[in-house]
């Protein structure tokens, strides 16, 4: 039978107890994972590869697993970092709120890996080094780039068609270099949100908590959109510009 089938996904689901089937194998053979798959295969040759199935051969490249996709996507697209450390509602109950959407492609997923590629690159200029080693952080930074990039005209055109920006590989890291200067610009607020904090601060709890994220998210943006019309920091657009100047 067909292994995408809802029948097959039922024997697999009732046998569960013998073999640990875990839902991500369940989505394995679907066909929106394997679109995705062979958009990486077509547009992203030995330089990324997306990971559907545990234990599968792949094409030499960077691989990313669509658990990971799907986290960058709920905190990039949805806008829920707060809750990324549910890993496994992802290709469960979440699967086509995440996946199912048009616009998201492999250059989507591509461009949430290039932002976070950023992330983590500037993390150890976070002073509170117990924040920055928990995952949830990633997550946090890369929902607040989106709401920057929101308010960017470079920013939404990125938001809207990424193939033009990270499909290339010179393109890409131009665009990670524009999105270098925001991740570091943040970091700087967030380390004076965090500075005062106390010892009794939960990051843990907070980064899980809607209201708390919402609230730094807003201060942060609002903080970077302010030194950006005061010509103090310059603008995505304005990088992008000096970038390909």
Not at 114 to 127: H, K, W
Not at 168 to 190: G, H, S, W, Y
Request: charged residues 30%; glycine residues 4%.
């Amino acid at each position: 039978m067909d292994p995408a089938s809802a029948i097959a996904d039922k024997i697999t689901r009732f046998s569960n107890n013998q073999n640990g089937v875990k839902p991500r194998d369940f989505k394995a053979n679907h066909p929106i994972q394997i679109r995705l798959q062979n958009e990486f295969d077509q547009n992203y040759e030995r330089q990324f590869v997306l990971e559907i199935k545990r234990g599968e051969l792949l094409y030499p490249g960077r691989w990313i697993s669509n658990e990971d996709a799907g986290l960058f996507l709920r905190a990039f697209d949805l806008k829920e970092p707060w809750a990324t450390h549910r890993k496994s509602e992802v290709l469960d109950d979440l699967h086509a709120d995440l996946f199912g959407r048009p616009e998201v492609t492999a250059d989507r997923i591509v461009l949430c890996q290039a932002i976070i590629d950023e992330i983590g690159a500037a993390l150890p200029q976070l002073e509170n080094q117990l924040v920055a080693r928990y995952v949830l952080v990633r997550y946090l930074l890369l929902y607040i780039v989106r709401e920057v990039m929101e308010h960017d005209e470079i920013g939404k055109e990125a938001i809207e068609n990424p193939a033009k920006f990270v499909r290339d590989t010179t393109t890409r890291a131009k665009f990670q270099t524009c999105i270098r200067t925001v991740v570091e610009d943040l970091i700087i607020d967030l380390n004076g949100e965090l500075a005062d904090v106390g010892e009794d601060f939960d990051y843990r709890d907070r980064l899980r908590d809607q209201k708390w994220v919402t609230d730094i998210r807003r201060t942060l943006v609002s903080e970077y959109q302010k030194q950006v019309r005061r010509r103090r920091i310059a603008s995505i657009s304005n990088e992008w510009a000096t970038a390909n100047g």
